[in-house]
T-cell receptor
Framework: GQQLNQSPQSMFIQEGEDVSMNCTSSSIFNTWLWYKQDPGEGPVLLIALYKAGELTSNGRLTAQFGITRKDSFLNISASIPSDVGIYFCAGQLSNDYKLSFGAGTTVTVRA | DSGVTQTPKHLITATGQRVTLRCSPRSGDLSVYWYQQSLDQGLQFLIQYYNGEERAKGNILERFSAQQFPDLHSELNLSSLELGDSALYFC????????????FGQGTRLTVV
């Protein structure tokens, strides 16, 4: 399958900080999605991106579809304790049906 | 609640056995995806169905099979189970064949003993 490189692998952040994570690929993607997964739960869709350059917000979350269509980033502003979890990027090629996932970024918030 | 329903939520079975995991997609969604997530692992794509037809296949073992029925629910069959098959199995659904948002169920936690 397509390799999505997600970084950082983990991060410890201070409550109130802004944080950023990103995903890159060697292939061009048609769709980028960002998910959050809490322990023992299914991933929950946060943001969906469909056009190169698109910048979309969902509350304190902002994500962008890279201009080259090979990357995407997710920002969390003013982090709070409930932001703890694993964040996954996912991408879909224009000529492919499956959704490929990055390895995830584990976020831990220090109160 | 994503609208995707997976049953059972937990399953404990012995090595060598066969189990069936069930998924009901969101109303109106035609596409169903199956993923495996082992401990501390990411989401590994297994297989995708669209409107009853297989559309994409990932690293799915030959011991595993799936199908999507006319009412669009899907089943994942796991046979000759091994200890290493213990994992969370997720189903996701989307409205289109490709390029649309996929919504995940709560998963089935399979433990093989």
């Amino acid at each position: 399958g397509q390799q999505l490189n997600q970084s950082p692998q983990s991060m410890f952040i201070q409550e109130g900080e802004d944080v950023s994570m990103n995903c890159t690929s060697s292939s061009i993607f048609n769709t980028w999605l960002w998910y959050k997964q809490d322990p023992g739960e299914g991933p929950v869709l946060l943001i969906a991106l469909y056009k190169a350059g698109e910048l979309t917000s969902n509350g304190r979350l902002t994500a962008q579809f890279g201009i080259t269509r090979k990357d995407s980033f997710l920002n969390i502003s003013a982090s709070i304790p409930s932001d703890v979890g694993i964040y996954f990027c996912a991408g879909q090629l224009s000529n492919d049906y499956k959704l490929s996932f990055g390895a995830g970024t584990t976020v831990t918030v220090r109160a | 609640d994503s609208g995707v329903t997976q049953t059972p939520k937990h399953l404990i079975t012995a090595t060598g056995q066969r189990v069936t995991l069930r998924c009901s997609p969101r109303s109106g969604d035609l596409s169903v995806y199956w993923y495996q997530q082992s401990l501390d692992q990411g989401l590994q794509f297994l297989i995708q169905y669209y409107n009853g037809e297989e559309r994409a296949k990932g690293n799915i073992l030959e011991r595993f099979s799936a199908q999507q029925f006319p009412d669009l629910h899907s089943e994942l069959n796991l046979s000759s189970l091994e200890l290493g098959d213990s994992a969370l199995y997720f189903c996701a659904s989307s409205v289109a064949n490709a390029g649309s948002e996929a919504f995940f169920g709560q998963g089935t936690r399979l433990t093989v003993v």
